[in-house]
T-cell receptor, first 113, second 115 residues
Framework: QQQVKQSPQSLIVQKGGISIINCAYE??????FPWYQQFPGKGPALLIA?????SEKKEGRFTISFNKSAKQFSLHIMDSQPGDSATYFCAASIGAAGNKLTFGGGTRVLVKP | EAQVTQNPRYLITVTGKKLTVTCSQN?????MSWYRQDPGLGLRQIYYSMNVEVTDKGDVPEGYKVSRKEKRNFPLILESPSPNQTSLYFC??????????????FGPGTRLTVL
């Protein structure tokens, strides 16, 4: 049983378009929601993260939207670039429970030039 | 350069032949963890360690062992590998605290095939 469900599994977007990846969680004790970006042959790296006391966080072209009542959060990649082609993982954790991350299944994003 | 290193990067072995995947970090992190990555399942935690000599099971620990004798090293041991352990393995490390929202740093991965 996956505690964090991620969709879609893959998406293709044209250069300059918007990529949207959605995640839903079940455990209301989660209080930290990071997104990790993984390029082929590399390990995941932290991209952006949010705590549930805010509904949105933006860093450059990347924005996390958070809906606590719906237990959903999403990653928006604005003005998508070919260099954004990667696999993206949402994750969730409970701060008081230490560093354990529960990951979604991942989304492979391909940005076409 | 701050990094997490893993060796080997690629390994093909046969069922039942014991193997060890090494992991080392140079960031003085207390927390270290092993994950396996399988298509559609994301990353699942195998074992983790909060500090030297402190280890605990993650979500999928069956068939794996770990040890943490030094702060920088966290080897993953497969005593008797089976084909269902064919996967991409990642080691990660981070600082920790009473309440922790610390970034985890991942190694480059080890692709293991068990025939």
């Amino acid at each position: 049983q996956q505690q964090v469900k991620q969709s879609p599994q893959s998406l293709i977007v044209q250069k300059g378009g918007i990529s949207i990846i959605n995640c839903a969680y079940e455990n209301t004790a989660f209080d930290y929601f990071p997104w990790y970006q993984q390029f082929p042959g590399k390990g995941p790296a932290l991209l952006i993260a949010i705590r549930p006391d805010v509904s949105e966080k933006k860093e450059g072209r990347f924005t996390i939207s958070f809906n606590k009542s719906a237990k959903q959060f999403s990653l928006h990649i604005m003005d998508s670039q070919p260099g954004d082609s990667a696999t993206y993982f949402c994750a969730a954790s409970i701060g008081a429970a230490g560093n354990k991350l529960t990951f979604g299944g991942g989304t492979r994003v391909l940005v076409k030039p | 350069e701050a990094q997490v290193t893993q060796n080997p990067r690629y390994l093909i072995t046969v069922t039942g032949k014991k193997l060890t995947v090494t992991c080392s970090q140079n960031m003085n992190h207390e927390y270290m963890s092993w994950y396996r990555q399988d298509p559609g399942l994301g990353l699942r935690q195998i074992y983790y360690s909060m500090n030297v000599e402190v280890t605990d099971k993650g979500d999928v620990p069956e068939g794996y062992k770990v040890s943490r004798k030094e702060k920088r090293n966290f080897p993953l041991i497969l005593e008797s590998p089976s084909p269902n352990q064919t996967s991409l393995y990642f080691c990660a490390s981070s600082f920790t605290g009473i309440i922790s929202y610390n970034e985890q740093f991942f190694g480059p991965g080890t692709r293991l095939t068990v025939l």
